[in-house]
């Protein structure tokens, strides 16, 4: 669900997983986590659709690292607004 936590939570999320041995899964919505790049690119497009400027944020990064610059502004653009 594209939502940051801190590491306190993360690393009891950790315990919680490895104590009752469970897959990986969102310490917010428990949906498991995406086990491959397409489905990672297809849940942050998802939050970007929901207007999520996290995930908008995270977009214009990659954008930015790939050279695209003029798609990376208008991530970094919306994500602001």
């Known amino acids: 669900c594209s939502k940051k936590i801190c590491n306190g939570c993360n ?3 950790q315990m919680r997983e ?5 897959q990986h899964s969102c310490p917010f919505c428990r949906k498991p986590l995406p086990s491959t790049d397409k489905q ?3 849940q942050m497009m998802k939050r ?3 207007n999520d400027p996290g995930a908008m944020r ?3 990064k990659q954008q930015h690292e ?3 610059y003029r798609s990376a502004f208008e991530y970094y653009t919306r994500a602001a607004e």
């Not at 490895?18 to 469970?22: D, G, N, V």
């Open 40 to 42: 990672c690119d297809k």
């Open 66 to 68: 790939k050279g695209d």
């Open 18 to 22: 490895a104590e009752k041995k469970l």
């Open 48 to 50: 970007i659709a929901a």
């Open 58 to 60: 995270r977009k214009g």
């Open 11 to 13: 690393y009891a999320n």
